[in-house]
């Protein structure tokens, strides 16, 4: 069960094994464009592939609980529905779970996400037994990992979802051979992982240049933090931390959060630490992406100036 970028490759990984996969169990497709094309899940083309038959229900409420009882196990990544407790105890082994975070640290629908908006330099993927809490089950195996400098959402899913494979076929052997451990998980240091919202997506150029080129990382590729320029929305998909702050040359003109200086060498603006942030990746509202020096041939920046004020501009990038 598993619909996300996340459960893909871990899917890969337990249709290339020993194990037969019977079912998958994924989030119905979604219409997307003008065109109302038929968008269907990472998890779900795969299962196409595969030959492997594919489940598509809006809940699990009314689940085929004796299809689910022929199998020995459910095994769950990134799925986004809520399993009841007779469809988690209807296999023979009950259900168990690919997650990737430090559990009890961000459990949750945003791990990978909340870690590195948190600035986190190190992680885990866990193998749990899943029961109607979420993400509180005993766990089974767990690895760390450290986070590379400048990985962001799509490459930490990847990195996670690898390992995470890796991990659940060696708990499938324990489970197997009877010897998987229930390690209980401890409360202390148990932040949750909230879903997302859209407003997170603006830069708030007041926070520190650490917690913004965090959000960028966080938000990479998709859906992208962005920051307003003449009322229309920039994202901006890389960004780093300027070596040696630039000097605004100006006596007398104060430099506020979100003051640009701009020159040969890029866009530096000003966060709320008094540090600078500099892009290096851009998309302007439709589009494509640009390297900043592309990205500057067209889009003119004035020393000194003030990215408008999100207060005022309330749209969301297109």
Known sequence: MGTSAFAAPILRILV???HTVTSIYT???????RGHLVKKSPTHVLADDCGINVETPSTLKTANIESLQQADVIVVAAYGLILPKLVLEAPRYGSINVHPSALPRWRGAAPIERTLMAGDKKTSICIMYMDEGIDTGDIILTQDIDIPEDANAEDLTKMTSLIGGDLLLSSLDLIENGSASRIKQSSDGMIYAH???NAEER???TRTACEIESKIRALSPKPGAYFFHNGVAIKILKAK???HDPIYQQEGVPVFPGTVITNKKGIFVFCGDGKV???ITLQKAGKNLMDVTAFLCGNRFENGMTLEDERINKGAPA
């Open 27 to 33: 989030k119905r497709p979604t219409e997307s464009g």
């Open 277 to 279: 942030l500099a892009p």
């Open 16 to 18: 290339d094994s020993r």
């Open 203 to 205: 830069i708030d150029w």
């Open 241 to 243: 931390i300027a070596d």
């Open 195 to 197: 879903k997302l919202t």
